[in-house]
């Protein structure tokens, strides 16, 4: 068996899953998540855990074994305790402020960048350059960090842009006047 998949899964305490069919639904005080499982996986919920099973032993068998049992973890972990990506930016005039649904950047560009916030997520900033982004599912959390670093990725001659706060940026050496 797949080491990953065959672990049980903890359901803690005001976290709710249901199994019907392939779909799987997934509720807490973070929030309410959906997916659906790959054909060949199925999940069973015995005595406040979550069990992820397939059917043969070839190798794709196997992986999406480990693949459903990795997601469904994500998606009860996020429910109950969330996930969080923290971005900073570094540079001379460079900001942020979430207005309503948006995220408003001055990136140094000759327009504010603008950025919807999607649905369950929430983003907050502190000191104008410190970007907080929560929610309940891992892979938006992800993307939405990936997205808005995006808009000016850290350069390696002056360190401006936006960055995670545990990114390293490695810096170059400038040009030498003879």
């Known amino acids: 068996m797949s080491r990953i998949g065959k672990q049980p899964i903890a359901i803690p305490p005001k976290v709710k899953v249901e199994v019907k069919g392939q779909a ?5 005080p973070k929030g309410k998540l959906d997916w659906q499982l790959p054909r060949r996986t ?6 406040g855990k979550v069990v992820v099973s397939r059917q043969g032993d070839d190798a794709q068998a196997k992986a999406l074994h480990g693949l459903s049992r990795a997601l469904v973890n994500n998606m009860v972990k996020g429910v109950s305790e969330g996930f969080v990506k923290k971005l900073e930016i570094q540079g001379v005039g460079f900001k942020a402020a979430v207005q309503g649904t948006n995220v408003n950047l001055s990136l140094g560009y000759s327009h504010p960048v603008v950025y919807p916030i999607p649905a369950q997520i929430k983003v907050t900033v502190e000191e104008n350059t410190k970007l907080t982004i929560e929610g309940p599912d891992r892979q938006v959390v992800g993307q939405v960090a990936a997205e808005i670093r995006s808009f000016y990725p ?8 936006v960055s995670y706060t ?6 170059k050496e400038g040009k030498t006047v003879q």
């Open 24 to 28: 799987v639904h997934v509720e807490g």
């Open 42 to 47: 199925s999940l069973k919920v015995q005595d």
């Open 154 to 161: 850290p350069e390696p001659y002056q360190g401006k842009g």
């Open 166 to 171: 545990d990114e390293r940026v490695v810096r």
